[in-house]
């Protein structure tokens, strides 16, 4: 069986073996998980035994949106918390082995709801039941003494806010390959506007229903850790929202197509109002102002699909699901401006 493309199977297999040896270490057979827009995500068998590995995407990448360790030691250390993550297996941080780090987890049994046609069939009651543990799992993670698993020197909750409109900022100058109206006016909005940051907790920074997995209507395992920090919590709830404005929001047409999830139209999925209201009662912060938070979360997502738009019109990426990215850009900024309003 042909490798996927960025997969070395038996490098890793040698490397595996080497460095854990109670792992099995194959021959595998790989197959990419269908999904990935940005970090990889393969899953490696050898008929018996599941693996999966995460690498960064092929060609332009950010210097630091795709850190395999930085994945790896959040996941680690949430291994034994109320957050459930796979056990990882190791890290290799040698680009040697298949041209870029990578790290290999154990795979966990579960369905990433990213359609609402994936949830429909389940009926609205159990999807409210999933979307009310989705928000539930958020509380639980900025719930968690970050000093007391390990992550006391994970991030600077400090100034987090300053520092995510200057982060962004940069890795909008190094995605941008065209004209994108009304971004400037957007970034100094963001600029000049940033409020003071709340207490400080882990940040997954890129939270929403299909970077879960759901087996018999619980979370079983929450992924895609590559935005992870200590930040300011409401910058987690404002991505969930924006992704669900953006899926309402998107013509019916796109909806299988360019948008990232339209999961939120499924019957009984919460409304953001409910969202809203259940993260409030169940961590107890303030959530009354999330203006600023949702203009940011918009300016990163657009930031974020402008860099796949590039590496797709660069023949770099891996996978089907890209051609309407570049189309989704505009929307977003001006998302982005109308909550700044």
Not at 42 to 50: A, I, K, M, R, S
Not at 111 to 121: D, G
Not at 162 to 191: C, F, I, N, Y
Request: charged fraction near 20%; hydrophobic fraction near 40%.
């Amino acid at each position: 069986m042909t490798d996927p493309q960025g997969l070395d199977t038996a490098a890793v297999a040698r490397w595996l073996s080497a460095v854990s040896p109670d792992a099995v270490a194959g021959p595998f057979e790989a197959s990419l998980i269908t999904g990935g827009k940005s970090n990889l995500t393969y899953l490696v068998t050898d008929g018996v035994h599941d693996y999966v590995v995460r690498r960064p995407p092929l060609g332009h990448v950010l210097a630091t949106a795709h850190d395999m360790a930085r994945e790896h030691r959040v996941m680690a250390a949430l291994a034994d918390t109320a957050v459930p993550v796979p056990r990882m297996v190791a890290l290799c941080e040698n680009v040697d082995v298949i041209g870029s780090p990578f790290y290999v987890m154990d795979r966990v049994a579960g369905t990433p709801y990213s359609r609402a046609a994936q949830l429909e069939p389940l009926g609205p009651e159990r999807t409210r039941t999933i979307t009310e543990r989705m928000v539930d799992t958020l509380v639980d993670l900025h719930a968690i003494e970050y000093r007391e698993v390990g992550l006391g020197e994970f991030g600077r909750p400090e100034g987090y806010l300053e520092r995510q409109v200057r982060r962004w900022k940069k890795q909008l100058a190094a995605s941008t390959s065209r004209e994108l109206p009304g971004m400037d006016e957007l970034v100094a909005h963001l600029e000049s506007n940033i409020p003071a940051s709340g207490d400080g907790t882990i940040v997954h920074g890129d939270f929403r229903l299909d970077n879960l997995l759901v087996e018999d209507d619980r979370v079983t395992a929450v992924l895609d850790w590559e935005m992870s920090t200590l930040g300011d919590p409401l910058t987690d709830v404002a991505i969930l929202l924006a992704y669900q404005q953006l899926a309402e929001a998107a013509p019916p047409s796109s909806s299988g197509g360019a948008v990232v999830t339209d999961a939120p139209l499924a019957p009984g999925y919460l409304s953001s109002d409910e969202v809203i209201a259940r993260y409030a009662a169940g961590s107890g912060r303030d959530v009354s102002d999330l203006g600023y938070h949702l203009s940011l979360a918009f300016f990163k997502l657009a930031v974020i699909l402008e860099g796949i738009h590039l590496r797709h019109t660069q023949g770099q990426t891996v996978g089907a699901g890209f051609d309407g990215i570049g189309d989704m850009i505009a929307p977003l900024i001006s998302a982005g401006r109308a909550a700044s309003r």
